[in-house]
């Protein structure tokens, strides 16, 4: 795969035309978002699926199903289009993978780019931010090439193994502050199949 650096990702998710669209962010058009995710961007796009109501995390190449992983744990407060800054929910949404921290407590940690500018234009509409933490969300992205991680929307989503967590609470509950947990086996697995730059999409 093509390697992108975080900051050469990050300006080209900015310039995406689909990201900055002048639209409603609402619900009903995170659905929207949602379904249109779901259709590869080209037949040998390799790209991920986080399913919230079957609690697994699955690999696509185009439309064929590479790998798959069960029992996916999410976060404790469910699965949410807007999640807040400590309610452990975790955001729906379409995401791509901006680092790879494999120092982790968690045994691998893969960076996702949450909050989007999608989930900045929620916010904003929802009256979660201001006018103030809108414009400084894409000063900071643009400035950094990703997003603020301290803002009410919370940050630091992404896909992580147990490291040293426990193995049965795992197979039983939904256990994470909001981020996608899987086995380190599987986080493993995983993080031998994408890269920088790969989409994943929560749902």
Request: include cysteine.
């Amino acid at each position: 795969m093509n390697h992108l650096s975080r900051r050469r990702f990050g300006l080209l998710a900015l310039g995406s035309p689909l990201l900055l669209l002048g639209m409603s962010a609402s619900a009903s058009q995170m659905d929207e978002l949602l379904s249109q995710a779901t259709v590869p961007r080209h037949a040998g796009e390799r790209w991920v699926l986080v399913d919230d109501s079957e609690a697994n995390l699955k690999v696509y190449e185009g439309n064929r199903l590479l790998e798959g992983f069960d029992r996916a744990s999410l976060g404790r407060g469910g699965a949410k289009p807007q999640r807040r800054q400590g309610d452990r929910a975790t955001p729906l949404g379409e995401f791509r993978v901006n680092r790879f921290n494999r120092q982790s407590r968690f045994h691998i940690f893969i960076g996702l780019d949450y909050p989007t500018p999608t989930h900045a234009r929620m916010a904003l509409e929802s009256g979660v931010y201001s006018q103030q933490d809108y414009d400084d969300y894409f000063s900071y992205y643009r400035r950094h090439g990703y997003p603020p991680q301290d803002t009410v929307l919370g940050g630091f989503i992404g896909i992580h193994g147990l490291g040293e967590g426990d193995l049965s609470i795992h197979r039983r509950f939904h256990w994470t502050d909001g981020c996608v947990a899987v086995t380190d086996p599987q986080v493993e697995r995983l993080s031998s199949l994408i890269d920088i730059g790969t989409r994943v999409v929560i749902r």
